[in-house]
Structure formats: structure tokens, C-alpha cells
């Protein structure tokens, strides 16, 4: 038996913490140290940290709880990751000390160079690469590999409970159905996050298979999307590297 949290932090974030039956387990890119350590201290047993990607809103709390809690970390080897981590690298599996998790690691270059993601009971932990309805901004990446990587992605397990680092649901929706407005199990999920963002609750985790119908940044193979991004940029893409590349842009401008 699983147990999933989503720990609100900051603006929009989620720190997730899943254990196994009774096990301690694994905190996932602590950017908030006061969010951690309160429930820590309100008895969330987190025997490690698992970092998917350097930037501060996902590793801002790691030295503090190591200092406090003296806990080991899991991170891409990136120098700009703080306090001291064991480093994973595509491929690699990992078993926490004291959880009864194992995860698989994947790396999923495109918001960063050094992006990792962790795949293991049936969850994803994938920072911000893969968002519901939407994806990460390219900072350091290029398409090629941002739509690689969500590629990766798409070929998990369609059950597979994609765990996300930002609350972006909403208005991701919004740039799809523009995209993509007669996607009916858009317009059911859309209806299904409005409510549940309404009553102040999270609307993820989401399953892999609904992004499959809903998400347009792993729908560039469908003639639909095809044709929205044609018809924005007046060219048509001539590979899914170029529609995914046309949409990515098209979102960074949409208001
Ligand atoms: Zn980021
Ligand atoms: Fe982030």
C-alpha cells in the first residue's frame, strides 16, 4: 500500500513525500525548508531526498534538512545542486535506505541539461519536465530533446501516476483547449481540475493515460495538432520535432 502527499510550497509548488505501508519515505525536491520541516516534525517519516533539477523553488531546503535531519540525497551530478548528494544518472535504480521504494532513474534533458526523473511504485516523480496539460520552458534544453524526453515519458506503464512539481493544471488547460478544442477528454478533465482547484485541492497526481488524450506537448503526432500549430505559425511542421518545437513557442507567447 502507497501513500501519496502533495505538500503545497512556495507560489505553486508541490513537495511530494511517498512512503510504502509503514516505511519511511522519500521527500521529492524540497524548495521550501519551513513546508518540510513542519511536516517532519508532525511525524512524516522521510528517510531521503530525491532532486530532480537544480533550480532553487526544487532545492532551496536541502542543506537545512540535511543539517537537521542528517538525510541522504539523491541528485543529477550538477555542481549547481546544494549540500552533498549522491549522484544518479540515467539508468540507474535506487533503494533508499530504510524505504521500501525503488526507483528507476531517467534522464529527461530540456528544462535543464541535467534534469532527472524517478520512476518506482507506480508514481513519476518528473520535476518539470512533464506538467499536466502542459510541459516545462525550455531553459537550457533544445525540442529535440524535451519532446525526447517526454517521449521517454509516453512509453511508461498508461497507469503510471505522474507526480509534477507545480500546480500549473489550470491554465495549462486553458493554452490546450485552445489548441485543441474539440478534444472531448479535455473538456471532462478541464471541467474535472476546475472543480477540484475550486476546492482548494491539488489536480495531480494524474495518470499517464489521461495526458495521452489531453496533454498536446504528447499529442504532436495527432493530425489535430498538427494542424493548430500549422495554422498559428503559417507553415506546416514537417516532423513532430518541428510541431512539438511550434507549440512550445506558441505557449511561451500565449496569454
Ligand atoms: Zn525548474
Ligand atoms: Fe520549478
Not at 163 to 178: D, I, K, M, R, V
Not at 226 to 253: I, M, N, S, Y
Request: with cysteine; glycine share 8%; net charge negative.
Amino acid at each position: 500500500m502507497h501513500h501519496l502527499i502533495a505538500l503545497p510550497a512556495l507560489d505553486d509548488n508541490y513537495i511530494w513525500f511517498l512512503r510504502q505501508s509503514d516505511r519511511p519515505g522519500v521527500l521529492v525536491d524540497p524548495g521550501d525548508a519551513e513546508v518540510a520541516i513542519r511536516a517532519m516534525d508532525a511525524g512524516m517519516a522521510v528517510a531521503a531526498i530525491l532532486v530532480t533539477h537544480h533550480h532553487g523553488d526544487h532545492v532551496a531546503a536541502i542543506e537545512l534538512l540535511q543539517a537537521r535531519y542528517g538525510l541522504p540525497v539523491f541528485a543529477p551530478a550538477d555542481v549547481r545542486i546544494p549540500g552533498t548528494w549522491q549522484a544518479v544518472a540515467d539508468g540507474a535504480s535506487i533503494a533508499p535506505a530504510g524505504t521500501d521504494l525503488h526507483f528507476e532513474v531517467m534522464a529527461v534533458p530540456g528544462h535543464t541539461r541535467s534534469h532527472v526523473a524517478y520512476f518506482g511504485a507506480g508514481h513519476l516523480f518528473c520535476g518539470d519536465t512533464l506538467f499536466s496539460l502542459g510541459c516545462g520552458r525550455l531553459f537550457e534544453g533544445s525540442p529535440a530533446q524535451m519532446h525526447a524526453s517526454l517521449q521517454r515519458i509516453a512509453q511508461l506503464p498508461a497507469n503510471t501516476l505522474i507526480c509534477p512539481a507545480h500546480e500549473y493544471t489550470l491554465s495549462n488547460g486553458h493554452f490546450a483547449q485552445h489548441v485543441d478544442p474539440h478534444n472531448a477528454a479535455l473538456s471532462v478533465r478541464l471541467a474535472e481540475v476546475s472543480k477540484q482547484r475550486a476546492a482548494g485541492l491539488p489536480s495531480v497526481p494524474t495518470r499517464l493515460h489521461s495526458e495521452l488524450q489531453c496533454n498536446p506537448f504528447l499529442r504532436v503526432g495527432e493530425v489535430a495538432i498538427q494542424q493548430a500549430v500549422a495554422r498559428h505559425c503559417g507553415a506546416k511542421p514537417t516532423d513532430p520535432v518541428a510541431v512539438f518545437a511550434g507549440l512550445r513557442r506558441w505557449k511561451d507567447e500565449f496569454r
